[in-house]
Every structure is written in structure tokens, then in C-alpha cells.
């Protein structure tokens, strides 16, 4: 079992960056494939980002690349996301999700098992 907890969304101009984070619990993190994906209303959960248990693979959605980086730190048991270039239709509910029992990185939802809450991120043009 791990639990999530994500950080950092907020209210941010179109143009601006911010940084979220994603705690979990559990001596496992390490071993887990991790994700980001986001929700706006009435939309589908879209993929963001993944990275790989070790963090040298990453893989991006195409809306995203060049302007999010995801990074990890297994020592702290914490997941990054960065977001430079914000647009005001990155706004959205962004999901930290772990995978026990994928061995590489998945942009499907069905490939995570754990989810954390969400947090808000806006984005005002």
C-alpha cells in the first residue's frame, strides 16, 4: 500500500510556472512507475507525465513537452512536477498516480493503482 498527497497547485497568470509535489508513504516508492495526469471539468483524466523507478526514463503527453519536467527523488519519497509556460488550458485537477506492477512507463490510467487526491491548478490569461 502507498498513500499520495499532492502540493503546490495554486492560481498562477498564463505565462507563470509552479511546482507541484507528491509525497507517499510507504518504503516502496522506489520500486513504483509514477505519474501525473490531470482532469478538467467535464473532461476525461488525461495522462501528463511519467518516469520510471529509477527517474532515467521520462515520457511526456505532446501538449506538454518542453514546458513540464517530472522528476523524482527516492530518497524523500517525493514525486516533481514542473510547470514553465503555463496556458490557461492546462487548468485542471492534477492527480499524482503510482503503478505496483507495471515495469516500464504507462500513459494509460489502467496501468496505476494509487492515486492521490488532486490538487487545483488554475491558470488565469
Known amino acids: 500500500q502507498v498513500q499520495l498527497v499532492e502540493s503546490g497547485g495554486g492560481l498562477v497568470q498564463a505565462g507563470g510556472s509552479l511546482k507541484l509535489s507528491c509525497a507517499a508513504s510507504?518504503?516502496?516508492?522506489?520500486?513504483?512507475?509514477m505519474g501525473w495526469f490531470r482532469q478538467a471539468p467535464g473532461k476525461e483524466r488525461e495522462f501528463v507525465a511519467a518516469?520510471?523507478?529509477?527517474?532515467?526514463?521520462?515520457y511526456y503527453a505532446d501538449s506538454m513537452k518542453g514546458r513540464f519536467t517530472i522528476s523524482r527523488d527516492n530518497a524523500k519519497n517525493t514525486l516533481y512536477l514542473q510547470m514553465n509556460s503555463l496556458k490557461p488550458e492546462d487548468t485542471a485537477v492534477y492527480y499524482c498516480?503510482?503503478?505496483?506492477?507495471?515495469?516500464?512507463?504507462?500513459?494509460?490510467?489502467?496501468?496505476?493503482?494509487?492515486w492521490g487526491q488532486g490538487t487545483q491548478v488554475t491558470v488565469s490569461s
Open positions: 510507504g518504503r516502496t516508492f522506489s520500486t513504483y512507475v
Open positions: 498516480a503510482a503503478s505496483s506492477f507495471l515495469d516500464h512507463i504507462g500513459t494509460s490510467r489502467l496501468g496505476y493503482n494509487y
Open positions: 518516469i520510471s523507478w529509477s527517474g532515467g526514463t521520462t
